[in-house]
């Protein structure tokens, strides 16, 4: 089952080998994927007993999801969605926004591989998914809606606000998802230093023109409760 479990006392040596399982997991699961990874080379690779899996994590799916925890927690630190000020203007804050997404993404300096873990588990779905939309992606979709509902204004009905946000997330979750096929047809692009800020901007631009054009047609369409009024 994938639930949280309190953690065995902490001490130095069982913070180290902790680390060392988390770190070795990582690479595994994202190498073979949930299913595949075998907890025997998770072990080997970490360089501790087999055992050692189950007195700090429980089970092969409670080490998965305190590896998905870790990186997701990382991420969160590491790039942050809302700009520091939030008194800055508008469009300043959707830009940090698209940027920070995109550093979580395909920046090699982040810190987290949530971005490759969450992939896999995008496409080959466990039951740590649901945990991991509980703890993580629906608060982290509530900022983005909130920013979102901000560009629209207050007529966008909230189906509007999610088309909005997913528009946006998913130009950004291209660059990850898309990646063997973007270097195909723009080598080096990745590789390049300022690759996060050049593709933020681009998205940025883009994303903003469109979010503008829907706020227009928003601005000019009657309330459903206000024609319902008029009735």
Not at 65 to 94: I, Y
Not at 146 to 168: D, K, M, N, W
Not at 195 to 218: C, E, K, N, P, T
């Amino acid at each position: 089952m994938f639930a949280t479990r309190p953690a065995p006392p902490r001490h130095a040596t069982g913070d180290t080998t902790r680390a060392a399982l988390i770190d070795a997991a990582t690479e595994v699961f994202i190498e073979e994927g949930f299913k595949a990874a075998r907890v025997q080379d998770i072990a080997q690779r970490a360089a501790v007993r087999l055992s050692a899996i189950n007195y700090h994590f429980g089970s092969k799916e409670g080490l998965y999801l305190a590896v998905l925890q870790h990186h997701a927690q990382a991420s969160l630190a590491h790039a942050p969605l809302l700009h520091g000020d939030p008194h800055a203007p508008l469009r300043e804050r959707f830009d940090f926004f698209v940027r920070s997404l995109l550093t979580r993404l395909i920046d090699p300096r982040t810190p987290s591989r949530i971005a490759r873990l969450g992939v896999r588990e995008l496409t080959s779905p466990t039951a740590a998914l649901d945990v991991m939309f509980v703890q993580f992606s629906l608060p982290q979709t509530m900022l983005a809606l909130q920013l979102i509902r901000e560009i629209l204004g207050p007529r966008a009905p909230e189906a509007a606000l999610h088309q909005g946000a997913i528009s946006v997330v998913g130009q950004c979750l291209a660059y990850r998802v898309g990646q063997p096929v973007i270097e195909r047809l723009q080598p080096g692009l990745y590789d390049q230093p300022d690759v996060v800020a050049r593709l933020g901007r681009q998205i940025a631009d883009f994303s903003w023109a469109g979010l503008q054009a829907m706020a227009q047609a928003h601005a000019t369409t009657t309330p459903p409760h206000a024609v319902q009024k008029n009735r």
